[in-house]
């Protein structure tokens, strides 16, 4: 399930989005401010971010560079600024398509469905090779240096996250939102400390390194791409 969050401060066309959009199978998150879609789209990270222009604490235009600097998530303007110069600036900054109010849902929806092929994010990502590791998501198989590596179900998740989001932090607190257990209990603080320390020893091989500490961040799963 794909997840989208709407900015949009108009109340009513927000509310009005979020249901149509879970109606087509989405995940939905929504903020009527800038502040409070930062604090969302890092703590959520998105597969695609609807925005309006006109926010009451700040731009669209701005607030989409911020998340770019962070993260390459596609992002749809849909606004009432139907200028040539705005439509510009929206791009300029990193927008993936544009859209001016009133507009059909029906289009919404194909255009949402266009970006998220567009940006590799309509799929999951169910293969990784370096060379060195292997993994194949869709049949449960990890090797290494081409011989089956055995994890727990907790560390096999664990790389899966990391993978999925490979070449970008992710703070401790984002790994214990996704993570669980074999039993389905949320992972503790300590535990997540062994299983990333438990995993290290098991695919940081030969000099081979993947997962990278940021001090004061979290960790980064180094990309290695064969």
């Known amino acids: 399930m794909k997840r989208i969050l709407i900015v949009e401060d108009d109340k009513g066309l927000n509310d009005g989005l979020v249901y149509d959009l879970r109606e087509e199978g989405y995940e939905v998150s929504s903020a009527l401010t800038a502040m409070r879609a930062m604090e969302t789209f890092r703590l959520q990270e998105p597969d695609l971010v609807l925005m309006d222009v006109n926010l009451p604490d700040s731009d669209g235009f701005a607030l989409c560079s911020q998340m770019k600097r962070l993260r390459d998530v596609p992002v749809i303007f849909l606004t009432a600024r139907d200028l040539e110069q705005d439509e510009m600036r929206g791009f300029d900054c990193g927008a993936d398509d544009y859209m001016t109010k009133p507009f059909s849902m029906a289009l919404l929806h194909k255009r949402i469905r266009a970006v998220l092929k567009r940006s590799g994010r309509g799929r999951e990502q169910n293969f990784y090779s370096d060379g060195h590791l292997t993994a194949d998501f869709d049949r449960a198989d990890v090797t290494l240096d081409g011989k089956p ?19 970008r932090v992710l703070t401790r607190q984002m790994i214990l939102e996704k993570l669980w257990d074999a039993n389905g209990n949320y992972v503790d603080e300590h535990a997540l400390t062994v299983n990333i320390g438990r995993l290290r020893k098991k695919v940081e091989q030969d000099g081979h390194k993947y997962i990278k500490t940021v001090y004061g961040m979290g960790y980064m799963w180094e990309v290695r791409d064969a």
Do not use: V
């Not at 590596?149 to 070449?167: A, V």
């Open 149 to 167: 590596l055995t994890l727990t179900p907790t560390e096999y998740k664990l790389m899966k996250l990391f993978i999925d989001h490979r070449g």
